[in-house]
């Protein structure tokens, strides 16, 4: 035997009567879910206050803050980039190179073109700072000490 069921225009019959059944309870079903949840049922249905701001807050629109002429110095990071950032802000200004390790040795790699970097150094800077690249770092001259020569390369120090 072979049921065929088409859709009708409208509710179907059942459903009808048991939106009916539930809008003629309403209140006992409500009154049950508060027993049930001890009032949070109904707590949840009412509108919410907006929080109220306590205190001034001032909003002031407009540009952004005044930006203090940058001071920037070198810093030769954990994970051996050699960057140029600013002493307020804390961000990076520049990324100059980074310290490699070549054949056992630490060596600085600066950030040309050549050295395969896709963001490389201005020009001005990698001239300034070509008879650095490949500079070995060893017990006498450690990470501290090409950061300063590379600040005082580029005027920094």
Same mark, same amino acid.
């Given at each position: ?76 990071? @954990? ?52 008879? @650095? ?25």
């Amino acid at each position: 035997m072979v049921e065929i069921i088409s859709k009708r225009d409208g509710p179907r019959r059942e459903d009808a009567q048991v939106k009916r059944l539930i809008e003629q309870n309403r209140s006992t079903i409500v009154r049950l879910a508060d027993q049930i949840s001890g009032g949070g049922y109904s707590a949840s249905r009412k509108p919410r206050q907006q929080p109220k701001a306590e205190g001034l807050i001032i909003h002031v629109g407009g540009g952004a803050a005044s930006v203090a002429e940058a001071k920037p110095s070198i810093q030769v990071t @954990m994970n051996g980039r050699v960057i140029s950032k600013d002493r307020n802000t804390g961000r990076q200004l520049h990324h100059i190179g980074d310290i490699r390790d070549r054949g056992g040795d630490q060596v600085f790699v600066l950030a040309t073109k050549q050295n395969g970097f896709f963001s490389p150094v201005d020009e001005t800077i990698a001239e300034a700072l070509a008879d @650095m690249d490949g500079s070995r770092l060893a017990a006498t001259y450690t990470e501290e000490q090409l950061a300063f020569d590379i600040g005082a390369k580029l005027g920094i120090n």
